[in-house]
T-cell receptor, first 117, second 112 residues
Framework: DTGVSQDPRHKITKRGQNVTFRCDPI?????LYWYRQTLGQGPEFLTY????????KSRLLSDRFSAERPKGSFSTLEIQRTEQGDSAMYLC???????????????FGPGTRLTVL | KNEVEQSPQNLTAQEGEFITINCSYS?????LHWLQQHPGGGIVSLFM?????KKHGRLIATINIQEKHSSLHITASHPRDSAVYIC??????????????WGAGTKLIIKP
């Protein structure tokens, strides 16, 4: 399968613990995006990378959140000192680079569902 | 007022019916996406369009840039089309200041 993969698919943790999620994009895709989706809501943009560079972060991405894409391939999203409000589906997507630096169609992974107890 | 509005919020139809889901937006955009989300969370990109019309199988997406409106049509609907359909617009800024603004979604149920 050459789609976007995410690991783990589900994570249950206790409040205050740190968690890390991984996203493996489609191999030739330069762009990688992280979104968060809470129940009954549409996805919210968190951050995106072009190759290894993190080009934009949403205000939603508090200091407890950090994302990396060290070699321009897979990415990790870490949440420190988790809170119950962090419970959500964390979605990763990847795309090729659009014309003149624009954004192309995104291909989504299955998501990681986080539950913070 | 939300920048991306979808209607209807919920739609139940019989198998075989022609389905239309609407999306209106209030910002300048460079592209509009239609996505499908099944129970369990998986999101699939259906269309990305910036003008005119695109067709893929039984799905048709149209956009009117002047009216800031897009529609997603499903012909000969089938129970497997049951999902949440989401409209998302890409603001008219290249490179940085990226924002994909998402609609709330339309929950579609097709009854056999």
């Amino acid at each position: 399968d050459t789609g976007v993969s995410q690991d783990p698919r589900h994570k249950i943790t206790k409040r205050g613990q740190n968690v890390t999620f991984r996203c493996d994009p489609i191999s030739e895709h330069n762009r990688l995006y992280w979104y968060r989706q809470t129940l009954g809501q549409g996805p919210e943009f968190l951050t995106y990378f072009q190759n290894e560079a993190q080009l934009e972060k949403s205000r939603l991405l508090s200091d407890r959140f950090s994302a990396e894409r060290p070699k321009g391939s897979f990415s990790t999203l870490e949440i420190q000192r988790t809170e119950q409000g962090d419970s959500a589906m964390y979605l990763c997507a990847s795309s090729t680079l659009g014309l003149a630096g624009g954004h192309n169609e995104q291909f989504f992974g299955p998501g990681t569902r986080l539950t913070v107890l | 007022k939300n920048e991306v509005e979808q209607s209807p919020q919920n739609l139940t139809a019989q198998e075989g019916e022609f389905i239309t889901i609407n999306c209106s937006y209030s910002v300048g955009i460079s592209a509009l996406h239609w996505l499908q989300q099944h129970p369990g969370g998986g999101i699939v990109s259906l269309f990305m369009l910036s003008s005119g019309k695109k067709k893929h199988g039984r799905l048709i997406a149209t956009i009117n840039i002047q009216e800031k409106h897009s529609s997603l049509h499903i012909t000969a609907s089938h129970p497997r089309d049951s999902a949440v359909y989401i409209c998302a617009v890409q603001q008219q800024a290249w490179g940085s200041n990226y924002q994909l603004i998402w609609g709330a979604g339309t929950k579609l149920i097709i009854k056999p």
